[in-house]
C-alpha cells in the first residue's frame, strides 16, 4: 500500500516562501503520476501542480512562476516551492500519487498553508 506524508505547511506572511515535502513510501516518485493539491475552505480542491514520470511539469495557472515541483528519486519525495505567496495560497495542500489511466490513486493526509500578516 503506498502511503504518502506531507510536511512543511506553516503560518507565513505575504510574500514568503515555503517548501512542502511528500515522503513516499516506496520508489514511486519517478513511476506514478505525482501532484500537489489544495483546497480552501468552502472551495472544491484544485490541482497545483503536477509532474508525470518522464518529469514534464504543469501548474495552475494562479502559481506559475511562483511554485515549482520536483523530486528526489533516492529519498522518494516530492515537492513544492512556494514563493511569493500570497493570502489566496491559503488551504490545506494535498499531496496525490496516480497511475497514468487514474485507475489507482493514492491521498497524504494535507498539511495547511496559511499566508496572513
Known amino acids: 500500500q503506498v502511503q504518502l506524508v506531507e510536511s512543511g505547511g506553516d503560518l507565513v506572511q505575504p510574500g514568503g516562501s515555503l517548501r512542502l515535502s511528500c515522503a513516499t513510501s516506496?520508489?514511486?516518485?519517478?513511476?506514478?503520476?505525482m501532484g500537489w493539491y489544495r483546497q480552501a475552505p468552502g472551495k472544491q480542491r484544485e490541482l497545483v501542480a503536477g509532474?508525470?514520470?518522464?518529469?514534464?511539469?504543469k501548474y495552475a495557472d494562479s502559481v506559475k512562476g511562483r511554485f515549482t515541483i520536483s523530486r528526489d528519486n533516492a529519498k522518494n519525495t516530492v515537492y513544492l516551492q512556494m514563493n511569493s505567496l500570497k493570502s489566496e495560497d491559503t488551504a490545506v495542500y494535498y499531496c496525490?500519487?496516480?497511475?497514468?489511466?487514474?485507475?489507482?490513486?493514492?491521498w497524504g493526509q494535507g498539511t495547511q498553508v496559511t499566508v496572513s500578516s
Open positions: 516506496g520508489s514511486i516518485v519517478s513511476i506514478l503520476h
Open positions: 496525490n500519487a496516480a497511475t497514468w489511466d487514474v485507475r489507482k490513486e493514492y
Open positions: 509532474m508525470t514520470p518522464g518529469g514534464t511539469t
